[in-house]
């Protein structure tokens, strides 16, 4: 199984920065995508940014221009650069890895416990 370690997150005031990073673990056939959605009170997760094992990226439409995924593969860490931060981005953020596990060669997602960034304005 993947075993997902979230960093970073906290409290920062409107316009501020804050950088989250998420390390994978546990032994699979292939890591295909690792990302980051958020959970505000009374709404549903939504995506945040998604990059794939060969680097392409897809961003939310709220965060374009402001959230930068980048990933380390040899780590396989990925990491979510928050900039212009606005109190509608406090939410719990979750990080999630797309992979094929041995045995079916199926792919899964499976999910970090979560890191709470709260932005006041």
């Known amino acids: 199984q993947v075993q997902l370690v979230e960093s970073g997150g906290g409290s920062v005031q409107a316009g501020g920065s804050l950088s989250l990073s998420c390390a994978s673990s546990g032994r699979v056939f292939s890591r295909l995508a690792m990302g980051w959605y958020r959970q505000a009170p009374g709404k549903q997760r939504e995506l945040v940014a998604t990059?794939?094992?060969?680097?392409?990226?897809d961003y939310g439409d709220s965060v374009k221009g402001r959230f930068t995924i980048s990933r380390d593969n040899a780590k396989n860490t990925v990491y979510l650069q928050m900039n212009s931060l606005k109190p509608e981005d406090t939410a719990v953020y979750y990080c999630?890895?797309?992979?094929?596990?041995?045995?079916?060669?199926?792919?899964?997602?499976?999910w970090g416990q979560g890191t709470q960034v709260t932005v006041s304005s």
């Open positions: 999630s890895a797309r992979v094929v596990v041995y045995g079916t060669y199926s792919a899964l997602s499976f």
């Open positions: 990059i794939a094992n060969g680097g392409s990226t």
